[in-house]
């Protein structure tokens, strides 16, 4: 019915189960508008298959896996653990997977995010499913491109492109290339909005 009219559809689903039945309905309703899964925090391999058969997006939470790691560790089941916000799995699979902080849940800090998709560490810095790591540059689109995408505005924000938005900030270092541990030590040193210096240190 949101399809008929017009509507993309968004769902809620953490723990596998859940990610199971979105991905049973929105394969059972394709062709669809662009669907999407918010967390996806539990997806092995099979199922993220699953999920780029219906093209669905995934709209993940790498900074989690620095915040919340040590409950992680301690709690979810050594089974579970190696899909635990699988970005490596659903990347490898051909899911779209953009990235989010879900603030104020936790932090608004993509940076942070993205050292967390490349280093899997905790806060504690212990890895967290570290066979889920991606490259800087995957991390990178995650939170930029990916991200657009997951909003319908790819045409608008994203990429430094023209014709685009110019609301983009200017880093301390460049990301790639790296050690991924001194990725958590850059800085926005700018911020423009439609062209604009907004800020600067």
């Not at 967290?128 to 995408?149: C, F, G, I, N, Y």
Request: a negative charge.
């Amino acid at each position: 019915r949101c399809d008929a009219l017009g509507f993309s559809v968004a769902v809620h689903a953490i723990e596998r189960e859940a990610v199971e039945l979105a991905a049973s309905v929105f394969l059972a309703a394709r062709p669809l508008l662009r669907g999407r899964i918010e967390h996806c925090a539990e997806c092995p391999p099979a199922l993220a298959e699953r999920l780029a058969q219906a093209n669905v997006q995934v709209v993940s939470n790498p900074g989690f896996v620095y915040h919340r790691g040590e409950r992680y560790l301690a709690a979810v089941p050594l089974e579970t653990l190696p899909y635990l916000y699988p970005a490596r799995t659903l990347l490898e699979a051909g899911v779209s997977l953009a990235a989010g902080s879900d603030a104020p849940v936790a932090p608004a800090e993509p940076l942070l995010g993205i050292y967390a998709a490349v280093t899997r560490m905790s806060l504690a810095s212990r890895p967290v499913a570290p066979e889920q790591a991606v490259t800087a540059q995957q991390a990178l689109d995650m939170h930029t491109l990916a991200a657009a995408r997951a909003c319908y505005r790819e045409r608008d924000f994203g990429s430094i492109t023209p014709r685009k938005l110019a609301d983009l900030v200017l880093l301390s270092q460049d990301p790639m290339g790296m050690e991924p541990e001194a990725l958590k030590a850059i800085r926005v040193a700018m911020t423009m909005v439609g062209g604009e210096v907004v800020w600067e240190e």
